[in-house]
């Protein structure tokens, strides 16, 4: 399964099977994630078979079940975009392995996850983990033109880029990113919404695995 395979594979999930991860691959998430926190200067922690963090409360939207893994994403308070962009490495790393992932901003009990957090570090979000129920269900996207300035005229590989970022997560859906391509340079922003720069992370990561990082320059 090539990376475009794995995107299109990858869905959000809410319900998980009583199997715990295996050794093996818990050692190659952790080797992942050491080398996210070198190279990011995050903090990512990895926790299994915890399930305090997603104990059910009552009924309502993005509810989970049976979840008892997870990655927590910590890092600088500033470090949104690069949570997003990283904590997506580990997310496609995750379906590789056969596992299934949900990114969770809002519905887990917060004080449960007992994250070793550095001075200027914060738990930004938490990523559920493991062996699915079902695999989830694909989202409806826009259209790659209200994202884009693409065009008859863009190169191949801002089109593939493009079909990359759009199967991007995003917060409920949102989609609020956009990515404007001149010659072989790219500029990609965000709405001021909620979770707005981590998702830019997450769909900057999808266009550069598209797109091919030799192809072009990311423009500030």
Same mark, same amino acid.
């Given at each position: 399964?090539?990376?475009?395979?794995?995107?299109?594979?990858?869905?959000?999930?809410?319900?998980?099977?009583?199997?715990?991860?295996?050794?093996?691959?818990?050692?190659?998430?952790?080797?992942?994630?050491?080398?996210?926190?070198?190279?990011?200067?995050?903090?990512?922690?990895?926790? +299994?078979?915890?399930?305090?963090?997603?104990?059910?409360?009552?009924?309502?939207?993005?509810?989970?079940?049976? @979840?008892?893994?997870?990655?927590?994403?910590?890092?600088?308070?500033?470090?949104?975009?690069?949570?997003?962009?990283?904590?997506?490495?580990?997310?496609?790393?995750?379906?590789?392995?056969?596992?299934?992932? @949900?990114?969770?901003?809002? +519905?887990?009990?917060?004080?449960?996850?007992?994250?070793?957090?550095?001075?200027?570090?914060?738990?930004?979000?938490?990523?559920?983990?493991?062996?699915?129920?079902?695999?989830?269900?694909?989202?409806?996207?826009?259209?790659? +033109?209200?994202?884009?300035?693409?065009?008859?005229?863009?190169?191949?590989?801002?089109?593939?880029?493009?079909?990359?970022?759009?199967?991007?997560? +995003?917060?409920?859906?949102?989609?609020?990113?956009?990515?404007?391509?001149?010659?072989?340079?790219?500029?990609?922003?965000?709405?001021?919404?909620?979770?707005?720069?981590?998702?830019?992370?997450?769909?900057?990561?999808?266009?550069?695995?598209?797109?091919?990082?030799?192809?072009?320059?990311?423009?500030?």
């Amino acid at each position: 399964m090539d990376q475009m395979e794995r995107m299109r594979a990858r869905h959000s999930v809410r319900n998980y099977l009583n199997q715990p991860i295996e050794e093996e691959k818990r050692a190659a998430l952790q080797a992942a994630i050491d080398r996210v926190n070198r190279d990011a200067g995050l903090h990512v922690q990895l926790f +299994t078979e915890e399930p305090e963090a997603f104990d059910a409360n009552a009924p309502h939207y993005g509810q989970f079940k049976g @979840c008892r893994n997870y990655f927590a994403m910590v890092g600088p308070k500033d470090a949104d975009e690069a949570i997003g962009y990283y904590g997506e490495q580990l997310v496609l790393l995750a379906q590789e392995l056969g596992l299934n992932t @949900c990114w969770v901003a809002l +519905t887990f009990k917060k004080g449960k996850v007992k994250v070793d957090a550095d001075k200027g570090e914060k738990l930004h979000v938490v990523i559920a983990l493991g062996y699915g129920a079902d695999q989830g269900r694909a989202h409806k996207s826009k259209d790659a +033109t209200e994202l884009s300035n693409l065009s008859d005229a863009s190169p191949a590989w801002f089109r593939r880029g493009m079909e990359a970022a759009l199967l991007a997560p +995003t917060a409920v859906n949102q989609q609020k990113f956009y990515f404007e391509q001149k010659g072989d340079r790219v500029r990609a922003r965000t709405k001021l919404t909620f979770y707005g720069k981590m998702d830019l992370g997450i769909a900057k990561y999808h266009f550069e695995l598209g797109a091919g990082k030799e192809n072009f320059t990311w423009e500030d």
